[in-house]
């Protein structure tokens, strides 16, 4: 192996404190790090002084790719949401109907321990309440109606029963309103919690669908 | 009885477009106006402008009151919070836990019957996107939670059960999720959606405590 040469490698010594990368490269760098500035921090602990001194670049460059801190958190928020959706759909669809929930309510718990407080101050005040912000809430709770209303083997049968649709709009609210408390003071494990949404969910079927839940 | 005389009723022939008000009556006067404005258009929708022209008062004057229309619809939020919470509050206590449950539930529905499209637009993003608004709403839940934990018979043997308290801080959710979904677009009954969360709630509450719904 020939040796290297200087001339080839210029930034080798340099150790340069701001490192080039492409208009994709940052913008994902800037995501990540929003990601988890945000996720360990209050919104408004975290400045815009502290990001671009994380990451290694000056405040105007960071201005250039978001021009407030809060287009910066709500694009860090679009991309949790998608990974949260992607996540709860990506259970396979060959398991039985209480496995598949089982396994999308394992996936939203996981996502959700992983910063329990930012969770809590997005769903109650906070920087959750900013209209930009409660539409990607919004959008998430309307994948996640689609993914139990569409997705499931007993769809075609309920499709436009309004009692069905508004149970399940409806568990969904049980699940993000118990899971505020949850976050904030976690008294069950997550599995107790996971069986807990289960069953309710099931016992919520068998009041608007009487006759069909048995054989479910 | 006599003529009345002239030099008496001096503002009888003049009137006068403009009422004088006592600094409680105006400031009661403007949160009436503002809960009617509010409730039957959007945020966005009502000016100062038509609240002063409302009023018969001059904008100069319903800024002393209400510097911003945000504090003037807060105020009146936290009014109609404050009935809300009465209403549900007022159900007699000698009521069987479940016909207190559907009085409260009556009480809540028929608060949200009469502005149905400004509690969809308060739940979800719009103006409920502001933190002082989003905290009278959860100030509403806490006081929902303490109704139905502290207030009903079986409070002291439940005081603490986690799986308890997290599953009626669940079934509010429940009762915001399917209530805006029912708000936007009304395809039950009232009684059929309060019979619904009715039922959801003690079918909650027998997968949480096994052992002691079958008795209340």
Redesign the interface.
């Known amino acids: 192996m020939p040796p290297r040469r200087a001339g080839r490698t210029p930034a080798k010594n340099a150790a340069p404190k701001r490192i080039r990368l492409g208009t994709d490269e940052r913008r994902a760098q800037l995501l990540s790090l929003a990601k988890s500035s945000f996720s360990a921090r209050a919104y408004d602990d975290v400045s815009i002084d502290d990001l671009a001194r994380d990451a290694r670049i000056s405040k105007g460059l960071l201005y250039h790719y978001f021009p407030t801190k809060r287009d910066l958190y709500v694009a860090g928020l679009h991309e949790i949401a998608d990974e949260l959706v992607a996540a709860i759909t990506a259970v396979p669809d060959n398991l039985a109907p209480i496995e598949r929930v089982r396994a999308g309510l394992d996936a939203y718990l996981d996502h959700i321990m992983r910063l329990p407080q930012a969770y809590v101050s997005l769903m109650?005040?906070?920087i959750?309440?900013?209209?930009e912000?409660?539409?990607v809430i919004?959008s998430v709770?309307a994948k996640l109606f689609d993914q139990f209303v569409h997705g499931t083997p007993f769809a075609a049968i309920l499709a436009g029963n309004?009692?069905f649709?508004?149970?399940v709009?409806?568990?969904?609210?049980?699940?993000?309103?118990?899971t505020?408390?949850?976050a904030a003071n976690p008294?069950?494990s997550r599995e107790?919690?996971r069986e807990?949404f289960t069953?309710?969910l099931f016992?919520?079927l068998?009041?608007?669908l009487p006759n069909m839940i048995p054989t479910i």
Chains 1, 2 share one sequence.
């Open positions: 109650r005040g906070g959750g309440s900013d209209p912000v409660a539409a919004e709770r309004a009692k649709e508004i149970a709009r409806g568990w969904i609210g049980f699940v993000e309103g118990a505020i408390d949850w008294r069950l107790d919690l807990l069953s309710v016992e919520i068998r009041v608007v």
